[in-house]
């Protein structure tokens, strides 16, 4: 049983890094992190908000950095008596290009979590999220379990969302 769960600032990775050169945007790391905080308070696990997190490390808003576990597992501890932190990584964040009802590509993420015991930095558990959302006509079983049971094309956040409440049902610690 776990008292309190620190998430940190996801990173970016993956796709969401861009060409080299590019300046990558940390906004969907940033939604992610939100989303699996959420679905794990959803879920009856206490946390500590990514955007507290990043205010505890010191870290600017505007960019998604990469954490080491003992150090943000030290940090969670002290600042914040937590006994775990959860670091991410957003890889991809493809948005749905058309409409609701008539999508000409779909939506599509993929993140990872680990949870890391505080402060030790001791590794837990890891989860992976990696879908691009399917027509109700491409697996009728996994469709209809998509907010809005397969009947509409999900935007990115939408998708994110519904991949975190997936992962925090995996959760394996703070079972109802």
Do not use: C, I
């Not at 879920?43 to 943000?72: F, N, W």
């Amino acid at each position: 049983m776990l008292s309190k769960v620190a998430v940190a600032p996801f990173e970016l990775g993956g796709a969401l890094l861009g060409p080299e050169g590019a300046v990558p945007d940390p906004a969907p790391a940033a939604l992610v992190a939100r989303s699996v905080a959420e679905a794990l308070v959803a879920r009856g696990v206490p946390v500590v908000a990514p955007e507290d997190m990043r205010r505890a490390l010191g870290l600017p808003e505007s960019v998604a950095v990469t954490l080491d576990p003992e150090l943000a597992a030290a940090a969670a501890h002290a600042k914040f008596r937590a006994d775990a932190v959860l670091l991410g990584v957003a890889t991809r964040f493809t948005e749905r290009e058309g409409e609701a009802y008539g999508a000409r590509r779909p939506a599509s993420v993929a993140f990872q979590v680990t949870l890391y015991a505080a402060p030790s930095g001791q590794l837990l558990w890891r989860a992976w999220f990696n879908k691009t959302q399917l027509s109700l006509s491409d697996n009728v079983l996994e469709t209809r379990h998509y907010p809005g049971g397969g009947t509409r094309w999900l935007t990115a956040e939408e998708f994110a969302r519904w991949g975190a409440q997936q992962v925090a049902l995996e959760f394996p610690f703070n079972r109802p």
